[in-house]
């Protein structure tokens, strides 16, 4: 009888501690699943370094870690997500208000996020405000190119 006893009281208190971690352990998950500004801000200077924009170099390291190249139609409805204002850089303001709204903060969650960023091509008018956006980049990116060339002296003969 007093050996029975002691084995439920063991199980008891087995038990009561496991169910204790198990609630810890959920709580952690559970935090670490929130969004942060405070992490998204620290990832954002991974890529910035003292700047307060992500330029070509911290861009080629981002989509490194993402596991995506740069020319990936993916990283075009990224940047329409943060509504970047310019092709291949990201602003602070642009990435703390876009990727706070993907609740990405961290390199791991946009990439659990990449086949969500993918679909968003699927919806129509997705596509054709996407479209849109890609068209008015590519219209200033060539009227900023044609404006340097008028700018150049010609050269003599």
């Keep these: 009888y007093s050996i029975f006893s002691h084995l439920l009281k063991t199980q008891l208190c087995l038990s009561s501690y496991s169910s204790v971690y198990r609630k810890h ?10 969004f942060s500004s405070k992490r998204c801000l620290e990832w954002f200077y991974e890529y910035a ?3 307060d924009v992500v330029g070509p170099e911290g861009m080629e390291k981002f989509c490194e870690d993402i596991g995506v190249e740069p020319e990936n139609v993916v990283m075009l409805v990224l940047a329409w997500k ?11 303001q642009e990435w703390l208000k876009g990727m706070g709204a993907l609740q990405c903060d961290t390199t791991e969650k946009l990439r659990n996020s990449l086949d969500y960023l993918r679909s968003v091509l ?7 405000l996407i479209y849109r956006y890609a068209f008015d980049f ?16 010609k050269q003599a003969s």
């Design 122 to 128: 699927n919806e129509s008018t997705n596509f054709k």
């Design 25 to 34: 352990e959920a709580s952690r998950i559970k935090s670490e699943e929130i």
């Design 138 to 153: 590519a219209r200033v990116s060539s009227s900023s190119a044609s404006n340097f060339q008028i700018c150049l002296p």
């Design 49 to 51: 370094g003292n700047d």
């Design 82 to 92: 943060l509504d970047a204002q310019n092709m291949g850089y990201f602003t602070l």
